[in-house]
């Protein structure tokens, strides 16, 4: 059975004057039906970008290049613009980092959930309120704050809103940008767990984008890791936290705090991510590899297979 | 809603002070100025002895101060005097023969901008940077820079006296007869079901309206644009498109809405401006409103016609941005009194 997304040889560039910053630059990957993707890079890795082009919503002066979004068949790149819109917000809900300023101020959030369900069905107006509820409940917002404008709810409740409002259209897929960025820890968790349990009782792919690794390990099935617009490795949660392979991902591992070993040093990795206007030749990690090798300067590359993971590094050739 | 009430109250009462320092300043101000009424109708050449008796019967021969204090009771007692020239008319019927042909230039006029505004502003804000869009800016300068005049001659001469299809100047024929009920004649024909009387005065209303309409309508272009653009960059009209919400809906329902709190601030100051009467456009239409009425008594040094017009004026302001702030209220939940 083919994946239920499945993105070949994306190319993303932010065109500024005469400089392309290429924020994603030759990227593939695949999302099963019901599987938990986990996204992780720093910022500016190109993540954020990656999830928008899958809708084709990569902001102005955001140009995707190349590749092909295969969404249950169909290239999404190539829809006419009028059936993407029926795409996005139907087949494929989006929640965004903060939901502070996703949610339109001027109007109840029950009504935007109500515009929402009715912009993908043929409900009628009470048929999408009751069903709005029912999405309200479901996420934990009772009934009566239906009438609520957004700045009368709190942090959590937004986002919560905004995740009623992806799923309420039963997508089979959501994308979630940095969702739990924005809140506090105890809402962070109140978030995750909410989207466990949705994935269960929806049977929902994922694709949860963050740049806290430890976030990703927790509910994803699988990591992809992004580092400066290419994705570096690829491969189940327990696999790529057992046995990184990626030297840009053992640097990663080694910086997240564990409570059980005690002993354990913070190591970070040295140096800053590159300009992506003028990448560095080669493999973009290079200048901070620890392992680097003549090779790595000058020739990207090539993505190879080691057991279930993908790896783009020189060192598994 | 309690707090919305007392808000009003307070506001209300708020507008008591500031008219009592208006009249005054407008009082001492008319006062200051050289010439007198009387000078005004009698002229120079006039004989002292008529000229100080013309200045007891207008009691301006009274120390400043009493007349002052004489003036304010009269003002307290909701009187607003009479007319210092001529047939010494009541201000009050002065102003309501006059103020209904302004309002109602005021309403058309302002209706004709708000909505080249708007749909000028939004389409251009869709399309930033395109030839349309630089189109409509630079028809927004000319626009707003265009004199009243010129262009109301210019419509004038191709619409009235070349094409015959609208009259130039005036408010309605004068064989068709309106009852008078509000002054507005458009209300009143409508009111009267008199279809005749409805169309005539709308054609009468035309030119005058556009000619304003237009050169009021660049200001709005603009603010419209720039803040629909500020707007729909905005997080949450991405979640919308991500959403899959038609892009008309997230126009019209979302970020004109959300950025209309800007143009709506414009809106209740430029029609408080027009209800003091587009001198220009009513000199070049012929059009019996304020604006050319007050110029005229100013000239006169009709003081009480002058004052009561001011105290008018202010009350009227007043009210305008008073129902300014409450829409505001109705549009963002977030404003609260």
Redesign the interface.
């Known amino acids: 059975m083919p994946p239920l997304l499945d993105v070949r040889g994306l190319r993303v560039y932010y065109m500024l004057g005469d400089e392309a910053v290429k924020a994603v630059d030759g990227v593939s990957l695949k999302v099963e039906k019901g599987e938990v993707l986990g996204l992780v890079g720093e910022s500016g890795s190109g993540k954020s970008t990656l999830g928008l082009a899958i809708?084709r919503?990569v902001?102005h002066p955001g140009r995707i290049l190349e590749g092909s979004v295969l969404f249950k068949g169909r290239d999404l790149l190539k829809l006419p613009e009028q059936e993407l819109?029926?795409?996005?917000?139907?087949e494929i809900?989006?929640v965004?980092q903060?939901p502070l300023?996703?949610?339109?101020?001027?109007?109840r959030v029950g009504e935007q959930l109500v515009?929402?369900i009715m912009?993908?069905s043929q409900l009628t107006k009470e048929e999408a309120k009751e069903k709005a509820v029912k999405y309200l409940e479901l996420v934990g917002i009772s009934a009566e704050r239906f009438y609520d404008?957004p700045?009368q709810f709190s942090g959590g409740m937004r986002q919560r809103a905004?995740i009623a409002?992806?799923i309420s259209?039963s997508p089979s897929l959501l994308i979630a940008d940095e969702p739990t960025t924005a809140l506090d820890v105890i809402v962070q968790s109140q978030i995750m767990e909410l989207f466990q349990s949705l994935r269960e009782k929806l049977g929902l792919s994922v694709i949860l984008i963050t740049h806290d690794i430890s976030v990703a390990m927790e509910v994803a099935d699988k990591i992809a890791v992004m580092y400066a617009g290419h994705l570096v490795e690829c491969a189940p949660s327990e696999t790529l936290y057992d046995s990184p392979l990626h030297p840009y991902t053992q640097g990663l591992l080694k910086a997240v705090p564990n409570i059980e070993l005690k002993d354990m040093k913070l190591v970070y990795i040295p140096g800053t991510p590159p300009d992506l206007a003028n990448p560095p030749p080669g493999c973009r990690f290079h200048p901070r590899c620890p392992r680097a090798m003549d090779v790595c300067r000058r020739e990207e590359p090539p993505e190879v297979e080691v057991g279930e993971t993908t790896v783009k590094c020189h060192l598994y050739r | 809603m309690v707090s919305l009430r007392v808000y009003i109250l307070t506001r209300v009462l708020l507008t008591i002070p500031m008219v009592f320092i208006l009249l005054s300043l407008v009082f001492f101000v008319m006062r200051i100025l050289p010439g007198d009424p009387v000078i005004a109708i009698v002229g120079m050449k006039a004989s002292p002895e008529h000229i100080e008796r013309l200045r007891h019967e207008l009691g301006l021969d009274k120390p400043l101060w009493r007349q002052y204090i004489d003036y304010i009771a009269m003002i307290m007692r909701g009187d607003l005097g009479r007319s210092m020239i001529w047939g010494k008319r009541p201000v009050s019927t002065e102003i309501w023969d006059r103020f209904p042909a302004t309002l109602e230039l005021t309403i058309c006029a302002f209706t004709v901008s708000v909505l080249i505004g708007l749909v000028t502003g939004v389409f251009a804000s869709t399309k930033p940077g395109t030839k349309a869009d630089v189109g409509l800016r630079l028809f927004s300068i000319v626009a707003y820079s265009l004199f009243i005049p010129l262009l109301g001659m210019l419509l004038q001469f191709t619409l009235g006296v070349k094409l015959k299809l609208l009259p130039v100047a005036g408010r309605k024929s004068p064989l068709v007869q309106i009852d008078r009920i509000t002054g507005l004649y458009l209300l009143d024909s409508l009111l009267t079901l008199n279809l005749v009387g409805f169309v005539d005065a709308l054609r009468y209303l035309l030119l005058p309206s556009i000619t304003l309409g237009v050169v009021l309508s660049g200001v709005y272009t603009r603010l419209v644009r720039s803040s629909m653009l500020e707007v729909l960059r905005?997080?949450?009209i991405?979640?919308?498109?991500?959403?899959?919400?038609?892009?008309g809906?997230i126009l019209l329902?979302?970020a004109l809405?959300?950025a209309f709190i800007p143009v709506l601030t414009m809106m209740g100051l430029q029609f408080s401006l027009l209800l003091a009467g587009a001198i220009l456009t009513e000199t070049t239409f012929s059009w019996p409103g304020m604006g050319t009425f007050l110029l005229e008594r100013i000239e006169y040094r009709d003081y009480t016609t002058v004052q009561g017009t001011i105290v008018f004026y202010a009350l009227l302001v007043a009210m305008v941005s008073l129902i300014v702030d409450i829409i505001y209220a109705y549009?963002?939940?977030?404003i609260r009194y």
């Open positions: 809708v919503l902001p819109s029926k795409v996005r917000g139907g809900g989006m965004f903060d300023t996703s949610l339109d101020p001027l109007m515009e929402t912009a993908h404008y700045h905004m409002m992806a259209t | 905005e997080d949450f991405r979640a919308l498109r991500a959403r899959g919400i038609p892009e809906q329902r979302h809405k959300n549009i963002d939940p977030r």
